[in-house]
């Protein structure tokens, strides 16, 4: 499904750094998420935005910070990585109407040493 | 805030044997109830998914059951095949917000 998509899809970083994960869609859709998947903890949200004047912390955004550049852009950032935030994380989009599925991307691994 | 819980964690059925993975809610104002299948090394996709004005919905060997009474809802695979070997994630929306809250995944293994 390459209708979302993330970039990178691993990466490697030290602590301290500053990373950007980006994700994009083409689906068209309004709304869009940032998860992280840890083992045994399912998908946690950190970040949503329902359009593109819209940002809200979800259960876990401490360390984190987004910015929307567009309705097809969704960008999480890491502003000094630290090792627990080694962890899987997707993006995923949603429509506004109809069916509230939501359309996850492929997944940036991410590793902080 | 809305919390979900799921169990079992991990589950192992034979091959054409039925599968129940059962899922706990805590926000009565929740009315949205997905579940996600994830396979390995893949990205989570819908399989199915309830409403709270429905108590029962199926598709073909799946099925999904909803209590809204006693919060809880329930994914049913029955006949089960290797292919239904993955991780499942049940989910609420948080108080109706379309934001949503995941359980913490089973794993099912389904053995030949």
């Known amino acids: 499904d390459a209708d979302v998509t993330q970039t990178p899809r691993n990466r490697i970083t030290k602590t301290g750094k500053r990373i950007m994960l980006e994700c994009s869609q083409t689906?068209?859709?309004?709304?869009m998420y940032w998860y992280r998947q840890d083992p045994g903890l399912g998908l946690r949200l950190i970040y949503y935005?329902?359009?593109?004047?819209?940002?809200n912390k979800g259960e876990i955004s401490d360390g984190y910070s987004v910015s929307r550049q567009a309705q097809a852009k969704f960008s999480l950032s890491l502003e000094s990585a630290i090792p627990n935030q080694t962890a899987l994380y997707f993006c995923?989009?949603?429509?506004?109407?109809?069916?509230?599925?939501?359309?996850f991307g492929p997944g940036t691994r991410l590793t902080v040493t | 805030g809305e919390n979900v819980e799921q169990h079992p964690s991990t589950l192992s059925v034979q091959e054409g044997d039925s599968a129940v993975i059962k899922c706990t809610y805590s926000d009565s104002a929740s009315n949205y109830f997905p579940w996600y299948k994830q396979e390995l090394g893949k990205r989570p996709q819908l399989i199915i998914d309830i409403r709270s004005n429905v108590g029962e919905k199926k598709d073909q060997r799946i099925a999904v059951t909803l209590n809204k009474t006693a919060k809880h809802f329930s994914l049913h695979i029955t006949e089960t095949q290797p292919e239904d070997s993955a991780v499942y994630f049940c989910?609420?929306?948080?108080?109706?917000?379309?934001?949503?809250?995941f359980g913490q995944g089973t794993r099912l293994t389904i053995n030949p």
């Open positions: 689906k068209g859709h309004d709304r």
């Open positions: 935005s329902f359009d593109v004047k819209d940002i």
């Open positions: 995923a989009t949603s429509g506004t109407t109809g069916s509230y599925e939501q359309y």
């Open positions: 989910a609420a929306d948080a108080g109706g917000a379309q934001k949503l809250v």
